[in-house]
């Protein structure tokens, strides 16, 4: 068998850039042979980014720890001083995808970094469990989603509201609201609007500056491979670690942070897991170009009517979370249906899902948040952060995955990447 290539930094944009044949690397747990670990012993693991996010991440899933990364020498510190004996710290990604001993790849780094880095992960053979949001664009998804495919990788994303953990204000997992929708409780078409009326906290404080000026750049830091894919801006403190969600070009605000955790569950709960809205407007203050700003409410429609409303100022202090013909159902598990709760006990569970990543790495199983659905709940979000920034109504095909006739929304997309770096 001829030899994998490993990724160096003089093949690795060469090995991004292109679009390979479909392969299938197995995982090194299963090939047997010298340094052979069977498949009931631990994986192994490696976490890309460990700012305050990533050293979370040490921790996170079964897996041994086996290396840690980071482009801010103070956090590859702190990381170190977490890890067990043995972790190899690193400076550049690209080192840890050459070790052949590491199964899986976390990236919590901010997201700029999600899709290049998932890339090289799965042309690597390694799994890959990446940070929310999935990807900065809507194309970069779609290009994360086929390299995993391709490369045969089991793909996670971390949030894990559709299938475990209490659902913010209703105090209960997403299952019995699924079972509501499932059993037709509430009738068909649905409206689900998420705000601070029914329990979500978009984050107004995820704001950008817009009068930075430059500063040096802290010893400790590569501000150029923190920047990486990212436009070249001055270095100011406020646009990197705990700050950068702010900033249009590594994020989007409270939409980046929150928006997977609140609306993934919605498109679960709405069975729009292979869709998405076709018509998106945002009302909102006319946006900067390179910070975030607010917004007031973002509408999203679906072709079979179902709406998602984004509640940015709400006004009212009881509203509805989710309402269809039939009835309405609020925080708290509350509804105005007659016997809900006697109605929704003798409905049939939801489909069961693939919950554990470490067992699905193990038995090649897609696990149940994986790179297509997380992509489909990117895409909403995605949707939204345009809407925001361009301010007017758009149309959207979720077939082609573009916007119909609005040229600047879909330059939105695909957005170009600082040389050298490509997908």
Request: net charge neutral; hydrophobic share 35%; glycine share 8%.
């Amino acid at each position: 068998m001829k030899k994998k290539k490993a990724i160096t930094r003089r093949n690795f944009l060469k090995s991004v850039i292109t679009t390979t044949a479909a392969i299938t690397i197995v995982p090194r747990f299963v090939l047997g042979g010298q340094g052979y670990t069977p498949p009931s012993d631990e994986l192994t693991k490696a976490v890309i980014g460990v700012g305050i996010m990533g050293r979370g991440h040490i921790n996170l899933g079964g897996a041994r720890l086996l290396a840690v990364c980071d482009v801010d020498e103070n956090h590859l510190k702190r990381a170190m001083d977490m890890a067990r004996p043995g972790v190899k710290g690193y400076k550049d990604f690209r080192d840890v995808l050459e070790r052949t001993d590491i199964d899986i790849v976390h990236i919590p780094t901010p997201p700029h970094w999600h899709a290049l880095i998932s890339i090289a992960a799965a042309q690597a053979g390694k799994d890959i469990w990446c940070e929310k949001p999935m990807t900065r664009t809507i194309g970069e998804g779609q290009r994360v989603v086929e390299a995993v495919q391709k490369n045969g990788r089991i793909f996670r994303i971390n949030t894990w509201f559709r299938f475990e953990g209490r659902f913010y204000g209703f105090g209960t997992t997403v299952k019995p609201i699924k079972k509501a929708v499932l059993g037709g409780l509430l009738g068909w078409p649905l409206k689900v609007t998420v705000s601070a009326a029914t329990g979500f906290d978009w984050k107004f404080y995820w704001v950008g500056e817009t009068n930075l000026s430059p500063q040096p750049v802290p010893e400790e830091l590569d501000y150029d491979m923190w920047l990486g894919p990212a436009p070249y801006k001055p270095y100011h403190p406020h646009r990197v670690h705990n700050t950068f969600r702010g900033y249009w070009d590594y994020d989007g605000g409270g939409l980046g942070d929150m928006g997977m955790h609140y609306l993934d569950p919605v498109q679960y709960i709405l069975d729009k897991d292979d869709t998405s809205p076709v018509e998106i407007e945002a009302d909102c203050p006319q946006q900067h170009p390179d910070a975030c700003g607010t917004w007031r409410k973002i509408r999203m429609k679906y072709a079979d009517g179902c709406e998602i409303i984004l509640d940015g100022e709400p006004k009212e202090e009881k509203v509805p979370f989710i309402e269809g013909p039939e009835g309405k159902l609020f925080k708290g598990m509350e509804s105005n249906i007659p016997g809900f709760k006697a109605k929704l006990t003798s409905l049939p569970e939801p489909n069961p899902q693939v919950t554990d990543f470490d067992d699905a790495v193990r038995k090649r199983q897609k696990f149940t948040l994986n790179e297509e659905n997380a992509h489909r709940s990117c895409t909403i979000v995605n949707l939204s952060k345009i809407a925001v920034r361009l301010g007017r109504p758009l149309r959207f095909d979720p077939e082609e995955q573009r916007f119909i006739a609005d040229e600047e929304a879909n330059r939105l997309i695909n957005q170009p990447a600082r040389a050298p770096w490509h997908l």
